[in-house]
């Protein structure tokens, strides 16, 4: 198993466990979706794949269908991605992706954060370095042989093929993301869900306690309604 094996593995029980800041979460992404590529799945593939995590996290076919219209009204708000840098106690490094309607609100708020926590938030680049970019679809398992998937797909970016109890893991670098989503829906494997995520490049062990002090400013953090993800390098 490789690294992105092992850092899903420890944050499968910890991402979103609450369903209000998932379904939070994905509203944002199927705002971003439509406004920058249309309300239509059938053309717009990043849309395709936010309805399949949205399926995928148990949201009501409602709700997905109101997020749709609400983001097609061009009076409703206009997110933007915004990705903030910088470093906990201890030397941790800290990636936070927001999706923001008021970029001052979040600045404020993400400094505040690191502030009160004895962090210091950095200046663009100064940690994203650290982390690689990649991509991830989760497919089912049903009449497919993961040596041979892995073979296959290996010409089309992809660097790790898994299985855990949810199915079968496809890991390759972000930018290999619209070639791997086309063979996947050309040969007709259901893409259960995808998505994105920053896996460190090294990571660092502490004490329990630097440990704890480091994770009151993960919790701050993640707790904020415009942070999208948070990842960092603590062991």
Known sequence: MGRAFEFRKAR???????MAKTFTRIGKDIAMSVRDGGSNPETNSRLRAVIQNAKAANMPKDNIERAIKRASD????NYKEVLFEGYAPHGIAILVETATDNNNRTVANIRSYFNKCNGNLGTSGSVEFMFDHTC????????????????EFIDHGVDEVFVDDDGILLYAPFENFGAIQKEL?????????????????????LSPE????????????????????VYHTMV
Do not use: H
């Open 210 to 229: 630097q440990t704890e002090e480091v994770e009151k400013l993960l919790e701050k953090i993640e707790e904020d309604d415009d942070v999208q993800n």
């Open 12 to 18: 499968k029980m910890k991402r979103w466990s609450a």
């Open 74 to 77: 061009k009076s409703t708000e």
């Open 136 to 151: 991830n679809f989760r497919i089912s398992p049903d009449g497919l042989d993961v040596e041979e998937l892995e073979l």
């Open 185 to 205: 829906e050309q040969r007709d494997i259901p893409i259960l869900s995808s998505g994105f995520e920053r896996i460190p490049t090294t990571t660092k062990s």
